[in-house]
């Protein structure tokens, strides 16, 4: 139940970030929270599985929940690669990229929600 709202609220976060950022204010602040959130669900999904078990929610490897991995990984690497075509100074394809992994993320918490509670009902 803790790593439900934890994802949830680091989505969140990183939607807050993202309406930061696209609206054109506190566009910095916005890249930076989008940052962190994202580094958060790396670390929230990572640490369980390299040890922590204290960490781990124990779930099946169902297909929900290996296309919500493979999923998480995808948007994990196009948000560094938003990051980098900011850097490089495209706002446009940064702004795309960014709508694109808002919608993704959205699916990839449906998919892995719908896994884990998938046989508990």
């Known amino acids: 139940m803790l790593f439900d709202l934890i994802y949830w609220a680091v989505y969140c976060l990183f939607l807050l970030g993202a309406s930061l950022h696209l609206r054109g204010r506190h566009e910095r602040y916005g890249f930076w929270v989008m940052n962190g959130s994202v580094l958060i669900d790396f670390f929230a999904t990572i640490l369980p599985n390299d040890g922590c078990k204290s960490l781990a929610i124990n779930?099946?490897?169902?297909?929900?929940?290996?296309?919500?991995?493979?999923l998480?990984?995808?948007?994990?690497?196009?948000?560094?690669?938003a990051v980098f075509v900011r850097l490089v100074g495209k706002t446009t394809l940064f702004?795309?990229?960014?709508?694109a992994i808002q919608i993704m993320w959205f699916v990839d918490i449906v998919l892995f929600f719908s896994g884990v509670y998938n046989g508990k009902a």
């Open 95 to 99: 702004h795309g990229l960014i709508a």
């Open 59 to 70: 779930i099946g490897a169902g297909p929900e929940i290996v296309s919500a991995i493979v």
């Open 72 to 81: 998480g990984v995808i948007i994990w690497s196009l948000f560094l690669g």
